[in-house]
Structures are given as C-alpha cells and as structure tokens.
C-alpha cells in the first residue's frame, strides 16, 4: 500500500460489528466484565479505550514501530518518554527545538536529577563530544524549530546504537507521511499531533511509536499509570485528520515551495529557512531521508522595527501559535514559542527579534502571497 492509501485506511479503518466506515467513538469510561478473570479486552478508559487503541494501532502502523500510545498533548507524550529515565541520566538534545521540550527537560525533570545537554545535532561530532559515561539517550528534532536544522537521523541511530544510547525523534514537522525514523534506526517517536495529524487548528493530542515491544511496554505502563490519556472523541478526530494527511500535506508543501521562493526575493526579507529550497544546508540530506520537505518556513525580516507592523497587517494569515493545520499561521518565536529559552542561546541559534515563522497551510498559494505582500508593506 502507498502512503496516500495507507493513511486513509489507518488501522482496521471500520467498527467490524456494524461495517461503519467511521470507527466509533467509545465514550464510556468503564467497561463491564463477563465474569470474574473475564474480560472483553477493556476494562477501564484510563488503561484502554477501543478508540485510542485504533489510533495508537493507526501511528504505530504508519511510523512502522510495535507500540503506539496516544496522551492528551505533545508535551504529556514528551513527558511520558523522559519518564523512563532516572537520576542520574543524561540525555544529548538537539539546541535548536520546541520551547517547550526545552522547557520541561529544565524546569521539571531537571528537578528530578535528569540532566540535558543541548548541541547542534547537525553535526554527529557535536553528539559525540556531549555523550558522557551517563548518557543514555538523543533526543533529536528534525527538521528542527524553528530554524529548520536537519539532522541525519541514520547516522545518529548507528552511533547511538554502537554506544548503547537510545535515539528519540520529534517527528511533528514532517509525520510518518514525510519522514519515518524507526525505518532509519530510531527507536522512539514522538509527535505533537496537535499539528499535522489532527491538521485542524482543533485538537491537542500527542503520540509516541516505540520500535520494540519492550519500550512500548515501559511507557504503557507510565501511559496508565500517570494517566495523560488522549480521551475517545480527540482520539477520533486525530483518527480523522489522518485519513486526510497525505492530500493536506502535499498541498501545504507544494504552496511552501512557492511562498519560501517568494520571500526570498522580498526586499524587506533576509534570512529564509525553508528544507526545501536547493540552498538550504539541509536540503540533499532531506531528499535522501525524507518524500518531503512540509511546510514550515521561518524567516527574518530586515529590521526589526517592521515586524509588529507586519504582524498587525496580516489578514488571512492568523497571528497565532501552532502550525501543521490547514490554515496559515504566522509565529513570533521570540516571544511564543521559544521564550523560555535564554537569550543567550537563542542569539547563538538565530532565533532574534527579527524572526518570523510561517506555517503554510492549504489556502490558494496566491491568496497567502498576496496576504505577505500587504503584511511587508510591498504595495
Ligand atoms: C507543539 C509541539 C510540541 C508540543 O505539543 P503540544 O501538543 O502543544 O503539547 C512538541 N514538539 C513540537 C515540535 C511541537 O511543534
């Protein structure tokens, strides 16, 4: 089956029962027993739902891993995974990455003696000079938020492997659609599904795909015993979303394409991180490890002194946080995504007052050009 098929028809894809093409949202928080030792498959919403297990059974398939477990955010996702990891460990992470991942590994667990080292993972001697005696893990983003870093995710695996480190990829920009790490030798996955998957500006939503059983199983029982669970009907609408991921991602791509080559040529526009212009650092990696670039462009405008402009003239595009949805989104890193990030290191990454970043969505290509133009002052 191709990708296109493939996400349309998900897990079992119907309720076998009933024959209903939309597998059915089990809202029920308990289920009753046949007897005692008896069981139907599910006992209580918190441990299983027939909902959420089609959804996790659905990424685990499209990831191609053993174990997919859905929660309530990406963050409760992130969270359920450094969970696994004690006192004492150290995990290399990519520098450039969700404010809130950067966010959680040094504000909650750090508390907890979990220590994080951030590096530019483009580069694996970076990885190697970071690893320690108690490193245990890579936690990599890919391409990276929001100044669109790629990293080599088949090279960082081998020498994760060698070493005895596991490898963790954020795969929110780019989804199993684009990009599958467990093929390339990671052996967990973690998405925001809030993003592209659920792709509606609708839903927050979370999921992690473990390669082996045995992972999945150490975070099923975190899953269940921490109890982020994603509820039956956001669990639905995740499930829906996907059925359309491939035709709203090619779509998002193809109008990025046009827009990241449109600001390039902006006069009131620097820097333009896009993975898919052939000038990107990361562009022929992207095109072995990856079918797509996405969607995401972060860019910089001249003078800083033009971006609450730019943002106050914005009409079709919302000035708002989130991306992967089918509307265009336009973020501030500096002060949304990435403020909890210090400053020193976000003016070693780039991320500085003159950067914007643009989710594309699926809008005439034309129509959010033309929104730019006006935002930029053109006419
Ligand atoms: C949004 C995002 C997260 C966090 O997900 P939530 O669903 O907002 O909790 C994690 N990683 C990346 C790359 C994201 O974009």
């Known amino acids: 089956m191709r990708k296109e098929t493939e996400v349309v028809r998900g897990y079992r894809c119907i309720d076998e029962k ?22 139907t498959g599910y006992d209580y919403s918190r441990t299983q739902n027939p909902t ?12 191609g891993g053993a174990e997919g477990l859905a929660f309530s955010t990406g963050m409760a ?18 520098d450039d990455l969700y404010g809130g991942t950067y966010r959680i590994f040094e504000e909650i ?6 220590k994080a080292t951030y590096v530019d993972t483009q580069d694996l001697e970076n990885i190697k000079s970071a690893v320690n005696e108690n490193t245990v893990a890579l936690f ?4 990276s938020n929001p100044i669109m870093k ?43 599904a809030t993003k592209y998957l659920g792709g509606h500006n609708d839903t927050l939503a979370g999921l992690v795909v473990t390669a082996g059983a045995e992972l999945g199983e150490q975070i099923r029982f975190i899953q269940n015993s921490v109890g982020a669970v994603l509820a039956p009907f956001d669990s639905w609408l995740i499930l829906r979303g996907i059925k359309t991921l491939g035709v709203r991602l090619d779509r998002q ?29 990361g562009y022929e990696l992207s095109k072995e490890q990856t079918s797509g670039f996405g969607s995401m462009i972060s860019f910089t405008v001249v003078d800083e002194s033009i971006v609450s402009e730019v943002l ?24 949304q995504t990435h403020a909890d990030i210090p400053e020193e290191i976000r003016e070693r990454l780039g991320v500085n007052s003159r950067l914007l970043r643009l989710s594309v969505g699926i809008e005439s290509s034309e129509d959010i050009i033309e929104d730019l133009q006006r935002a930029l002052g053109g006419e």
């Open 140 to 143: 990599i983003e890919t391409p």
């Open 312 to 335: 106050g003239r914005l009409k079709l595009i919302f000035f708002a946080e989130s991306l992967g949805g089918v509307e265009s989104l336009m973020t501030y890193p500096l002060t």
């Open 150 to 192: 790629v990293t080599d995710i088949g090279a960082v695996s081998a020498y994760a492997k060698e070493k005895g480190l596991l490898t963790i990829v954020d795969n929110t920009f780019l989804t199993p659609y684009y990009q599958k790490p467990i093929a390339l030798g990671a052996d967990i996955v973690v998405h925001s």
């Open 109 to 114: 667990y750090g508390k907890y003696g979990i």
């Open 52 to 63: 959420r297990e089609e959804l996790e059974k659905t990424i685990a398939k499209l990831e």
């Open 77 to 94: 996702a992130i969270s359920a995974v450094i969970s696994i990891f004690k006192p004492g460990d150290h995990i290399v992470v990519s």
């Open 18 to 39: 009933t024959g209903a093409i939309s597998f059915p949202i089990y809202q029920s928080a308990t289920f009753r027993h046949p007897g005692l030792n008896e069981s």
């Open 253 to 281: 791509e193809q109008n990025a394409i046009e827009v990241a080559n449109w600001l390039k040529s902006h006069e009131k526009v620097d820097q333009v991180y896009y993975v898919g212009l052939p000038d990107h650092p």
